[in-house]
């Protein structure tokens, strides 16, 4: 006996909207931002600038993402298109560690050879960038439970970070002289872009890989059917995240002998369940009345799940 239970949801026209305007302002501001580094001679504006830019290719692809995981799912791809999104989460990280090691490599290279820069169009830029920064990220904040809102919108707040380096930096030039903040500044904010990629590209190669959703351990939600009344057994269990946030189950669980009427309200406790303490709505459940061969082929001390 099988049943299936699904709940899809998808939010409004008004984050993509948003997610376009932040496109077109970051892509101004990283030509501003390029043109004072090339101007001033700052490699952390330069670095801060290709920063900005490949948040200018994250935002497009949150947009490109969020506008293909609202689509709905076709005869060919049944589930719809919600891994959009965390592909573009996921290449969007792998692209922010490739360009920290570019800038990694360019600051070791100015630090051998310190270049003059002029502090006051860092300063200057420097604090538009944050600006720029905190408005967008307070623009797409209220989504952050998205993983690829989430990573745009860290993204944002490392540069607004990077832009308090740098004025700290202008500030240190103009009273000192100490031409090398420039290039220490260029490393600390690779290493800021390195570290913000990281739990995206984690948690969106996981997602990628259907490992189980973060959060969830496999030995609670199987705890949590078993706890239903009339069931006695869970096996071939596997959870998996269809997108970002919707969450999907498959299993194969072992009720009493009991006619088809009991049998529904056991299931309809076991959605219960799965939804109330584990906010999974997307679930296949295959009841048995013997055991079956996957049965044998697993898991926990005392109880059958894998």
């Not at 990281?198 to 996981?206: E, M, Q, R, T, V």
Request: charged share 15%.
């Amino acid at each position: 006996m099988g049943a299936h239970f699904h709940l899809h949801s998808h939010g409004g026209k008004a984050t993509g909207r948003i997610l376009l305007v932040s496109l077109l302002v970051t892509l101004v501001f990283v030509v501003v931002e390029a043109l004072a580094g090339l101007r001033s001679g700052s490699l952390a504006l330069l670095s801060d600038a290709g920063h900005n830019f490949t948040d200018a290719f994250g935002l497009a692809l949150a947009a490109a993402g969020y506008y293909w995981a609202a689509r709905p799912g076709d005869h060919v791809r049944t589930f719809g298109y919600q891994r959009t999104g965390v592909l573009a989460a996921f290449l969007n990280a792998l692209l922010l560690v490739v360009l920290s090691g570019a800038l990694l490599w360019e600051s070791y290279q100015r630090l051998l050879n310190p270049q003059p820069v002029s502090e006051k169009t860092m300063l200057w830029v420097a604090a538009l960038g944050i600006l720029v920064n905190l408005a967008i990220a307070w623009s797409i904040g209220g989504h952050s439970h998205d993983l690829n809102l989430r990573a745009a919108w860290i993204h944002q707040m490392g540069d607004a970070a990077s832009c308090v380096g740098i004025i700290v930096g202008a500030v240190i030039i103009h009273y000192t002289g100490w031409l090398a903040i420039d290039p220490i500044l260029s490393i600390v904010i690779s290493l800021v872009i390195v570290w913000t990629a990281w739990d995206i590209f984690k948690d969106s190669l996981n997602i990628l890989l259907e490992g189980l959703p973060k959060g969830l351990r496999l030995a609670e939600v199987t705890s949590g059917i078993l706890g239903v009344s009339g069931v006695i057994e869970v096996h071939d269990l596997h959870i998996w995240n269809l997108g970002t946030e919707d969450r999907a189950l498959s299993c194969h669980v072992l009720i009493e002998d009991v006619p088809p009427s009991a049998s529904e309200s056991i299931l309809r406790d076991v959605n219960c369940v799965l939804q109330e303490r584990f906010a999974i709505y997307h679930t296949t459940i295959q009841f048995e009345h013997t055991r079956c061969a996957l049965a044998d082929i697993s898991c926990a001390p005392g109880r059958k799940a894998y």
